[in-house]
């Protein structure tokens, strides 16, 4: 099995930042894709950035120049480091990852549980 493990959420202020991390254990042979996708209340889950094994990332319009994700291979772990967050960053924030299982070889989509970040004075 696979787990996905979420840290560092919580409340700051407007302006500030926070740092999430992500750690995928379990049989895994390799991780394509790790990232986190968000969710404000009332609305859909967004994909806010998502980076290869290769160390390429994307982010949504709306975090980029604020955030930013990186990755350890090694350790199978990303974090994301959220500088000059804003109210509209308030959300639930999921770490996914896209990997190819050991044993069956086979490539299947992970979630964590989710943590919240709340932005607000």
């Known amino acids: 099995q696979v787990q996905l493990v979420e840290s560092g959420g919580g409340l700051v202020q407007p302006g500030g930042s926070l740092r999430l991390s992500c750690a995928a254990s379990?049989?895994?042979?390799?991780?394509?894709?790790m990232g986190w996708y968000r969710q404000a209340p009332g609305k859909e889950r967004e994909l806010v950035t998502t980076?290869?094994?290769?160390?390429?990332?994307n982010y949504e319009d709306s975090v980029k120049g604020r955030f930013t994700l990186s990755r350890d291979n090694a350790k199978n772990t990303v974090n994301l480091q959220m500088n000059s967050l804003k109210p509209e960053d308030t959300a639930v924030y999921y770490c996914?990852?896209?990997?190819?299982?050991?044993?069956?070889?086979?490539?299947?989509?992970?979630w964590g549980k989710g943590t919240l970040v709340t932005v607000s004075s």
């Open positions: 379990g049989s895994i042979r390799s991780i394509l894709y």
């Open positions: 996914y990852a896209d990997l190819t299982r050991g044993g069956d070889y086979r490539r299947a989509t992970y």
């Open positions: 980076i290869n094994s290769g160390g390429s990332t």
